[in-house]
């Protein structure tokens, strides 16, 4: 179904605004901006996935972004050899995943051995860390970075841009892990009924905080791609993504309760919320009346999954347990 309505939406603004929608520029600018929202959404849909939530995707991925950065300007000088240039790379690499992973790890203990609802710890996680991210730079944005770096977010391979290369690597890694592994099958069962989950015999305290931590990670690498994409970090990027990214997953059949989700669902999912966003832009709607129907559509799905759930308690009870 998200398939066809991708088509309609094309056809739709395609016929609108035919002369621009449909240029290769605009399918370009498509390319290089879905890949960091689709990271993000993708950091949150694991968590979905386990019935859980992570409001601090964004604040993890711009203090990771800010870690990497400062290394780097700071490592990287004008007259810096290459060999010096690949080990600041390097270490600010590990520098902002070792963040990542920090924020991750902390964030899944809380929520797994102390039984803290989700919403509650990732929102005081979000808090705290923009707050950390804005007191150590004062709320100025941290730029210049060497052009390997910068390759990652504007350079192409083949005709295809480099971000969306690492989005399509996360996303097939994430499919695999979430579909093939224990891991994934735990996330899913524990999504769908956690208490009995532990009583079958699975460690549903560490699978929890291996959510947030894999979250994270993904986190550290949208934070990669939207510093090389601006040349720059700064503790406010991107906090417009955050209804959209659970947006996407929502629309994309990730149970907003736990228990179901595919990656394949989410990337459409994306690729329609992106021609919708491209097509209002160029028709000329207002960038607030956007995020009001991005917010309506919100409601409207997360109403047909509880609905949807409803049914299937009613037709199928033994099922539903």
């Known amino acids: 179904m998200l398939a066809a309505l991708v088509v309609i939406g094309v056809i739709v603004f395609g016929g609108l605004a035919p002369a621009r929608f449909l240029s290769a520029d605009t399918i370009r600018a498509i390319a290089f901006q879905m890949p960091e929202l689709g990271i ?142 224990p891991f994934g099958v735990s996330v899913r069962l524990i999504g769908s009924n956690e208490k009995a989950t532990r009583y079958s015999g699975v460690a549903t305290e560490w699978v929890l905080v291996g959510v947030y931590v894999v979250s994270s990670l993904l986190c550290w690498v949208a934070a990669l791609v939207m510093m090389a994409r601006f040349n720059s970090a700064s503790a406010g990027y991107a906090e417009s993504y955050l209804l959209i990214t659970i947006l996407a997953a929502v629309l994309g059949g990730v149970d907003p309760f736990g228990g179901f989700g595919r990656v394949l669902g989410l990337f459409l999912s994306l690729v329609l919320l992106q021609v919708i966003s491209t097509g209002f832009n160029l028709v000329g709607f207002s960038p607030y009346l956007t995020q009001a129907i991005w917010g309506a559509t919100m409601i409207v799905a997360i109403l047909i999954a509880v609905v949807r759930d409803r049914w299937i308690t009613r037709l199928w009870p033994a099922k539903s347990k």
């Open 40 to 181: 993000l959404s993708l950091a949150m849909m694991v968590p979905l996935m386990s019935g859980g939530l992570n409001l601090a995707i964004i604040s993890t991925a711009n203090l990771s972004a800010l870690v990497m950065a400062a290394v780097l300007t700071n490592l990287i000088h004008p007259s810096s050899p290459a060999p010096v240039v690949a080990g600041a790379i390097v270490a600010a690499l590990l520098c902002g995943m070792l963040v990542s992973l920090v924020i991750g790890f902390l964030t899944g203990i809380i929520v797994a051995f102390f039984g803290v609802h989700p919403i509650l710890v990732t929102l005081g996680t979000m808090t705290l860390v923009k707050g950390v991210a804005v007191l150590a730079t004062s709320g100025t944005v941290i730029g210049g970075f060497p052009p390997a770096i910068l390759f990652l977010g504007n350079g192409s391979l083949v005709g295809i841009p480099v971000s969306m290369i690492l989005f399509i690597i996360c996303a097939a890694l994430a499919a695999t892990v979430l579909t093939h592994t």
